[in-house]
């Protein structure tokens, strides 16, 4: 099993390890009592950041995962109820995935870029990030403005994307999408002289095996998408009249 910690500082090795920048911090939400995780990531030095893209990169740990990662699958469900051998709840194969939020950001630098142009852009950085990513499910853009001398300017340039880790699946990533039936193993014990009881077998996930190797494809993936937005804003910007 993998815990909060480890999911963390599998993320954080990866990301140094490939030479990018990190900035983590961690904090228990009092409110939900979910322990969260973010960390900005970006290339170059520190002192350049304001200047360069950047990446945040996000999630949260609730309680469920803290069972599952103490107890395994049992640990699902005596989350919900009295454990029970015939119950669903001990398959994890139907658990919702964890979701990683990454937020890249760009300063535009109030550079006057006319409307249609702005779509352009917007549309350009999606796609070169999209095909720079092989983890994300959805990739979102979006311009910040800023209000100078009652006009309207382009402050920094957001692009949003999602990553799903299935880290309680039993099939890993390979089962994210996989919508079919499993085929559920089971065995016979005798609880009697002439009676049999069949005894289903729990399926255990074991992310530890494929997360350390996912963890390098999404870091891999934030930087192609950091240096995609820096070799794509410029290109398109540059002829555009400063205000």
Known sequence: MV???????LFIKAARDLGLATHPEFWLNTRSMEREFSCVCHTGSCEEEETRS?????????????????????????????????????????????IVDLSYSLALN???IPDDALVSLSQLVKL?????????????????MVLRENRLYPEVLNLQQRVELP?????GMSGLHDNSDTEEESIQIQIGD???????LVDEPHPEDWLPETMIEVC??????LAA?????????????QS
Do not use: K
């Not at 891999?220 to 998408?225: L, R, S």
């Open 54 to 98: 950047s990446c945040l990169a996000s999630f949260s740990w609730g309680v469920l995962d803290t069972a599952l990662s103490n107890d395994g699958a049992t640990g699902t469900c005596e989350f919900f109820h009295d454990a029970d051998q015939d119950c669903a709840h001990l398959h994890t194969s139907s658990l919702p995935p964890l």
């Open 167 to 171: 880290i309680w699946h039993p099939a």
């Open 110 to 112: 109030g550079t006057a």
């Open 220 to 225: 891999e993936d934030i930087m192609q998408v």
């Open 229 to 241: 937005l820096e070799t794509t804003v410029p290109a398109n910007s540059s002829d555009c009249p």
């Open 194 to 200: 002439n009676e049999l009881e069949h005894l289903l």
């Open 128 to 144: 070169q990030a999209s095909e720079h990513s092989r983890r994300t499910t959805e990739t979102r853009p979006a311009v910040s």
């Open 3 to 9: 815990t909060y910690e480890e999911m963390t500082e």
